[in-house]
């Protein structure tokens, strides 16, 4: 294990070492909404590319309706680095649930063949790779954060305190979920000209209940017109020190003047201020945002790891000694129900 700092190393156990292939061939299993490829998905595609510059990306999407041809239709063009879409259009694949979408992971893998399969490490591959995994019988890689080579990257542990390089000596496919905010996609890719193939997939083998013990039972949305937390380009975000829901609601006001995301600590969760798809850190969403107001947050070790590589973080807290001013670029010790209203009287509204 390589931990920044020292030199020392770790090597996956594996029954049978295998040879590097000679060129690598990806698969990124992509999420899509309404149509449109998820911002993550796209991360981990520029992932992918690092794995060489003679890697063959595929990418594959399942679902049905018209917004998985829409979806497949973006994905042709989203990336240059993309050669192929795979489309696999079944009711049984509507929801990313993890019994199917594994099954479908196995058949396209003992089709094709690929050296590498990689999904971003959100709740979408956090769900489906380690079943998936399991089907292939390899060890995944998760988290990784940098690709030193095709079979050699870097992950966080010990809560991001550490970094750890991996070798994984195992055989085909190797598997690996990546950080979406190490590894940001170009916006310009989809100007490219590029247009990959659309294929679809033959899925007479999933016929039957493949579904298993699992079973979808509905999916609810907040109806706002803040940014995604996962992507936005400002977050606010409120700890324990908010004392009720109702006053995290400054924290909502603050967010809409900025056009900036809303987060919570998952104290701020547990305590029931808000709902826990806004909880940030290590359980949470790791964003990196381009400015990260911290509002009331101690700086837990566990939320640090979900935050710290923002670029620009401010923190506000009364007490001098809150850890979060150890990793803040900018720090106000001071009373969070006097500085909020301020700067909501003074900043002007939706400032972008």
């Known amino acids: ?48 590319k690092r794995l060489g510059e003679e ?61 590498h399969i990689l999904a971003a490490s959100d709740s979408f591959g956090k769900n489906i790779i380690p079943r998936a995994s399991a089907l ?44 979406a905010t190490s590894f940001q996609a170009d916006p310009t890719n989809a100007k490219s000209g590029n247009k990959a193939r659309i294929s679809q997939v033959d899925l007479s083998a999933l016929e039957g209940d493949v579904i298993g013990k699992s079973r979808h039972v509905s999916l609810t949305s907040q109806d706002t017109e803040r940014p995604d937390l996962g992507n936005a380009r400002v977050v606010v975000t409120g700890g324990r020190g908010l004392k009720s829901a109702e006053n995290f609601k400054m924290i909502e006001k603050l967010a809409e003047k900025l056009g900036a995301a809303v987060g919570a600590t998952r104290a701020a969760v547990d305590a029931g201020f808000v709902p826990n798809d806004l909880q940030v850190g290590q359980t949470g969403k790791i964003v990196a945002p381009e400015l990260y107001l911290a509002f009331g947050v101690s700086g837990a070790i566990q939320h640090i790891a979900g935050m ?45």
């Open 1 to 48: 294990m390589a931990i920044r700092g020292l030199l020392s190393s770790i090597t996956r156990r594996t029954l049978l070492s295998h040879p590097l292939a000679r060129h690598a061939s990806t698969l990124v299993v992509a999420e899509h909404e309404g149509g449109s490829i998820k911002a993550a998905s796209l991360s981990a595609v520029e992932a992918a």
């Open 308 to 352: 710290r590589d923002s670029k620009v973080i401010v923190a506000v807290n009364k007490d001098a000694d809150a850890p979060i001013f150890q990793v803040a670029d900018y720090g106000l010790v001071g009373d969070l129900f006097e500085v909020i209203p301020d700067l909501l009287e003074k900043l002007p509204q939706k400032s972008r």
């Open 55 to 115: 890697n063959s990306i595929s990418m594959l999407l399942a679902g049905s309706g018209p917004s998985l041809q829409e979806a497949a239709e973006q994905a042709a063009s989203c990336h240059p680095s993309i050669s192929e879409v795979f489309v696999a259009d079944s009711d049984k694949l509507l929801h990313p649930l993890a019994e199917p979408w594994a099954k479908l992971i196995q058949l396209i893998q003992q089709k094709e063949g690929f050296s």
């Open 136 to 179: 292939l019988d390899v060890s995944p890689t998760t988290d990784v954060i940098e690709i030193s080579d095709t079979r050699q990257f870097v992950r966080p542990i010990y809560a991001g305190n550490a970094l750890c390089a991996v070798r994984y000596t195992g055989g085909d496919p190797c598997i690996l979920t990546v950080r």
